[in-house]
């Protein structure tokens, strides 16, 4: 746990540790001691009224990273104007600690936060409340990255797309259930308002009797892995973990697409029909997508418009990310069950699979290979020789 902050931007004295104090006069310290030998206590409040801040570690901070402009402004407030807006804090969170296997990359963003390198990236175990694996292009080691931090027990948000084959998703899954350590695999599409509210009133028509009939999103994206799986991750969690059966991926290619793709699912709802929904993917603009769902009592949509306006499109569309991460370090409550987050791996993996394999025909969820894998957009990110 970090002291209390009184400041809403700025990280000057935010810690117990002195070192912050250091980093303040002289820039970001490296730490390369190794971890400490007692551990560390599960986070808990002092008391209900105070106000200290749970301590986070980041796991890779380069390249493909939400943490470098994103998230990072909500969890160590610039003290400058950036973007053209001033940052309050917006949650109970700080970085202390990163690592990233481009040293360069994690000492700049260890000078633009003010927190500290590690040299390896188990070296946050215990030092730290939580941990954030960011890099998109890191997906394909987030098995070995998270392994130290699950097999600790730690709180840990594990970034979009989570696995890169269903055998990958199950070791972390299992290993987050054996060792109790909670884990949270967000898209900011599927915890906005907007998203929340259609869920709402979904669950109103189907409590009053009414099913669903079909279901359609768009979701404006040039690829499918990073921000196509936007609409899956929303639509999973506004149709309340549906029974996806079947899946497809029409695309000229899944990484730039030159032309919109379509995703396509079938949905089993008990003794009631079948339904399809349809995922339409496209490159007009990252500030417009919308979800509508159609039951046999009436049709309800909500568009995702977000104001490109620096802070009003972060505070809207990326806050309430931090905010669930925030709250699951503190009470160890996950947001999303391990089935609901095993289930929209399989449907992401199961479109990836139609494409590549299936020259986008249909493919049952049930067929999907489990030791097929998704390829990698940088296999050179994280070096092999490290685990």
């Not at 696995?163 to 900011?188: C, F, G, N, Q, W």
């Not at 104001?307 to 569309?317: E, H, Q, S, V």
Request: glycine share 6%.
């Amino acid at each position: 746990m970090a002291a209390d902050i009184t400041g809403a931007s700025g990280n000057s004295g935010i810690t117990r540790r002195s070192f912050f104090t250091s980093a303040a006069a002289g820039g970001a310290l490296f730490a390369s001691a190794p971890i400490a030998q007692a551990k560390r206590k599960r986070y808990a409040r002092k008391s209900p009224a105070s106000v200290e801040l749970m301590e986070i570690g980041i796991i890779t901070c380069g390249y493909y990273s939400h943490i470098e402009d994103i998230w990072g402004l909500f969890l160590n407030p610039p003290v400058e104007e950036r973007r053209g807006t001033f940052w309050p804090r917006t949650t109970g969170m700080v970085m202390t600690y990163v690592w990233d296997p481009d040293r360069e990359a994690a000492e700049k963003f260890a000078r633009k936060y003010d927190l500290k390198v590690v040299d390896h990236y188990a070296d946050m175990v215990d030092r730290v409340d939580g941990v954030i694996l960011s890099d998109f292009y890191a997906t394909g080691w987030w098995p070995q990255l998270s392994k130290p931090y699950l097999e600790a027990g730690m709180p840990t948000l594990i970034n979009r797309p989570f696995a890169l084959s269903l055998h990958e998703a199950r070791e972390m899954i299992e290993r987050s259930k054996t060792y109790d350590a909670p884990i949270l695999v967000p898209s900011s599409d599927e915890i906005m308002n907007e998203t929340l509210k259609l869920r709402a009133k979904v669950r109103t028509l189907l409590e009053e009797g009414a099913y669903i009939t079909g279901a359609l999103a768009t979701e404006p994206t040039t690829e499918y892995p990073a921000h196509g799986l936007h609409a899956i991750y929303n639509l999973y969690t506004v149709l309340d973990n549906p029974t996806v059966i079947a899946a497809s991926l029409q695309a000229d290619t899944w990484w730039d697409f030159k032309a919109p793709a379509f995703m396509t699912w079938r949905c089993t709802q008990g003794d009631k029909p079948d339904y399809y929904v349809g995922i339409q993917m496209n490159s007009e603009g990252y500030t417009f997508g919308w979800v509508m769902v159609s039951t046999s009592k009436e049709r309800v949509q909500e568009n995702h418009d977000r104001p490109d306006d620096g802070y009003g499109l972060f505070k809207n569309a990326f806050v309430p990310t931090m905010l669930e991460f925030a709250r699951m370090v503190e009470t160890r409550k996950m947001p999303q069950t391990h089935d609901f987050i095993m289930a929209k791996t399989t449907t992401f993996l199961t479109g990836f699979y139609s494409h590549l394999a299936k020259d986008g025909h249909m493919v049952k969820c049930a067929d999907l290979p489990e030791d097929w894998r998704a390829p990698e957009v940088m296999p050179e990110r994280i070096p092999n020789d490290i685990f």
